[in-house]
């Protein structure tokens, strides 16, 4: 089994852009779709990126995902950030028999 | 809209057992393979286990691979979790997920519901 790991935390200010990195530990990160949740306090994760760069309808386009092979890591990027986007994000993808999560990264907006 | 209701969360002894029930609605159950994802007070998010959409495939954690089992009524719209042999590292908010159509990792969630295995 691979692992993805993650920053436990990021902090941006308001209108500034802020990058999430996920990196795999074995195997090559293009071979898998890499989906992004996001989880505010009390409540169930939300999808915001599916298939490496897909935003669910009603998902803003300040919200992107990509992949990099060379570093063999995912991004999540959110740009003009609002304070509304605190909150954990998880990087999740898979291989033939098991779903994996990233541990998480609490992202502070002020 | 797609909708999925957990039940059957609640406290139980370490070594007993707990049977939990998701009820979907809004899409065509029968077409979408499902996930039981759990986390853990304070903790991130665990993948449990995962079935296919006619239940030919099915996939567990390591954690819980002997002690749970994941199963689905397809006319009913329902996916369980029978979990045996609870310990107290079982414990966490439990929730159902539709699976992608590629790769089948989640992408709707349910509200979860919270299993405490304690004496």
């Known amino acids: 089994n691979f692992m993805l790991t993650q920053p436990h935390s990021v902090s941006e200010s308001p209108g500034k852009t802020v990058t999430i990195s996920c990196t795999r530990s074995?195997?090559?990160?293009?071979?898998?779709?890499v989906q992004w949740y996001q989880q505010r306090p009390g409540s169930s994760p939300t999808t915001v990126i599916y298939?490496?760069?897909?935003?669910p309808s009603g998902v803003p386009d300040r919200f992107s995902g990509s992949i990099d092979s060379s570093s063999n890591s995912a991004s999540l990027t959110i740009s003009g950030l609002k304070t509304e986007d605190e909150a954990d994000y998880y990087c999740?993808?898979?291989?033939?028999?098991?779903?994996?999560f990233g541990g998480g990264t609490k992202l502070t907006v002020l | 809209e797609v909708q999925l209701v957990e039940s059957g969360g609640g406290l139980v002894k370490p070594g007993g057992s707990l049977r939990l029930s998701c009820a979907a609605s809004?899409?065509?159950?029968?077409?979408?393979?499902m996930n039981w994802v759990r986390q853990a007070p304070g903790k991130g998010l665990e993948w449990v286990s995962s079935i296919s959409s006619s239940s030919s495939y099915i996939y567990y954690a390591d954690s819980v691979k002997g002690r749970f089992t994941i199963s689905r009524d397809n006319a009913k719209n329902s996916l369980y979790l029978q979990m045996n042999s609870l310990r107290a590292e079982d414990t966490a908010v439990y929730y159902c997920?539709?699976?992608?159509?590629?790769?089948?990792?989640?992408?709707?969630w349910g509200q979860g519901t919270l299993v405490t295995v304690s004496s």
């Open positions: 997920a539709r699976g992608l159509t590629t790769g089948g990792s989640p992408d709707y």
């Open positions: 999740q993808s898979y291989d033939s028999s098991n779903q994996v």
């Open positions: 074995s195997g090559s990160i293009a071979s898998n779709y």
């Open positions: 809004g899409f065509t159950f029968s077409s979408y393979s």
């Open positions: 298939e490496d760069n897909q935003r």
